[in-house]
């Protein structure tokens, strides 16, 4: 074939590919098949912006932990504010645990444990005003105990070890 008319088939792959007009699989393996397995350039191109776009995501995900326990614990704003940021950081790190959860991308993980810790954090913020115990320990064995329902649906054994855990604490707070 010309070297024009491959370059017009490899352009309508990558149409259709960013369009998913076809699964990615069939595109990739398409563009491989008329690359002659050398792939595109600029595709690295996108990948190397990708690449730090997710691990710009990974550390303001990761810096969400600490500025939650900063902002609770450390800051003397009205306890509504306080809230609002909570809920602003919760809704960001579960829209990152959807996102890459559609691209089935590991960083799911990451994502997912920071939702449920600020979930965790949440609940038991709101819970402080109740300025019960009794209340706080069952908010937070509720939160594992969902914890372990969502492993155990998705099969997820690592959460199911930390939801054992944090159970099997929960229990030995409240008896001692």
Do not use: D
């Amino acid at each position: 074939m010309s070297k024009e008319r491959i370059a017009v088939i490899i352009s309508e792959i990558q149409y259709w590919k960013e369009h998913k007009l076809l699964p990615e699989e069939y595109c990739n393996f398409l563009l491989a098949l008329y690359t002659n397995g050398e792939g595109i350039g600029e595709n690295e191109k996108y990948k190397n912006r990708s690449s730090v776009r997710t691990f710009l995501q990974v550390v303001l995900m990761v810096l969400l932990l600490p500025f939650s326990f900063l902002v609770i614990y450390f800051t003397k704003f009205p306890s509504v504010l306080q809230l609002s940021i909570l809920i602003l950081f919760l809704s960001y790190s579960f829209w990152c645990f959807l996102y890459y959860k559609k691209k089935n991308i590991r960083i799911m993980h990451l994502s997912l444990v920071i939702t449920l810790m600020l979930i965790l954090l949440s609940t038991v913020f709101i819970g402080n005003f109740t300025q019960n115990a009794a209340i706080v320990n069952t908010i937070i064995f509720l939160n594992f105990l969902f914890w372990m329902g969502l492993s155990w649906k998705n099969k997820w054994n690592y959460l199911m070890i930390t939801a054992i855990i944090g159970i099997m604490f929960t229990i030995i707070y409240n008896v001692l």
